[in-house]
Nanobody, 122 residues
Framework: EVQLQASGGGLVQAGGSLRLSCVAS????????IGWFRQAPGKEREGVSC????????YYATSVKGRLTISNDNAKNTVYLQMNSLKPEDTAVYYC???????????????WGQGTLVTVSS
């Protein structure tokens, strides 16, 4: 059974940093892509970043490029999202998700973790 556990959210001031973690079980990073998505109040869920570890491909939403970095630690079965220079508009619930096949920014993922709340104060 595939399970994803996201953590690392919190309250931070604008310009600050957070690192989100997504611990995966029941899957191999060689077969699955991992994506980070976020959903702000009253808005649709949007793709933030995704990674397919075996080919090294990473993708970022334009709004976060240069500020967020996705990476993985195969030994820990964990994908990280390092978030720097945070802005109030980054405030949202962040979710990690897994799918077999290519990484994509579309929310067409099969497995979802519970969200972790990121709040950026101005």
């Amino acid at each position: 059974e595939v399970q994803l556990q996201a953590s690392g959210g919190g309250l931070v001031q604008a310009g600050g940093s957070l690192r989100l973690s997504c611990v995966a079980s029941g899957l191999s990073f060689d077969e699955y892509a991992i994506g980070w998505f976020r959903q702000a109040p009253g808005k649709e869920r949007e793709g933030v970043s995704c990674i397919r570890s075996d080919d090294g491909n990473t993708y970022y939403a334009t709004s976060v490029k240069g500020r967020l970095t996705i990476s993985n630690d195969n030994a820990k079965n964990t994908v990280y999202l390092q978030m720097n220079s945070l802005k109030p508009e980054d405030t949202a619930v962040y979710y990690c998700a897994a799918r077999q096949g290519a990484a994509t920014m579309d929310p067409t993922y099969d497995y979802w973790g519970q969200g972790t709340l990121v709040t950026v104060s101005s």
